[in-house]
Nanobody, 125 residues
Framework: QVQLVESGGGLVQAGGSLRLSCAAS????????MGWFRQAPGKEREFVAA????????YYADSVKGRFTISRDNAKNTVYLQMNNLQPEDTAVYYC??????????????????WGQGTQVTVSS
């Protein structure tokens, strides 16, 4: 069983930055794609970013491209999401997720096997 624990959320003013972390238990972390998703009230969960197991390939939603950076440290079983120039529309609960053994569509929630509990990010205008 894998456990994912997110941290780093909080309240920030527009234009500010936050860095989210997601620590994973278990031995599968380094062999799986990791993803970040978010869900705002009344909206469906949406893809934010993903990173392949080696860390050499990353993917971003158009809405965060150029502002957010995903990275991972396989030695620490941790994936990060650096969020810069945050805007009110970035307000949501952010979830990290561990990909299935073969993650073809990184932007699809069904491609992920385990999820964290989420961390709230609130951006004030």
């Amino acid at each position: 069983q894998v456990q994912l624990v997110e941290s780093g959320g909080g309240l920030v003013q527009a234009g500010g930055s936050l860095r989210l972390s997601c620590a994973a238990s278990g031995r599968t972390f380094s062999s799986r794609t990791m993803g970040w998703f978010r869900q705002a009230p009344g909206k469906e969960r949406e893809f934010v970013a993903a990173i392949r197991k080696s860390g050499d390939t990353t993917y971003y939603a158009d809405s965060v491209k150029g502002r957010f950076t995903i990275s991972r440290d396989n030695a620490k079983n941790t994936v990060y999401l650096q969020m810069n120039n945050l805007q009110p529309e970035d307000t949501a609960v952010y979830y990290c997720a561990l990909g299935s053994p073969v993650t073809l569509r990184v932007d699809t929630p069904k491609q992920y096997d385990f999820w964290g509990q989420g961390t709230q990010v609130t951006v004030s205008s």
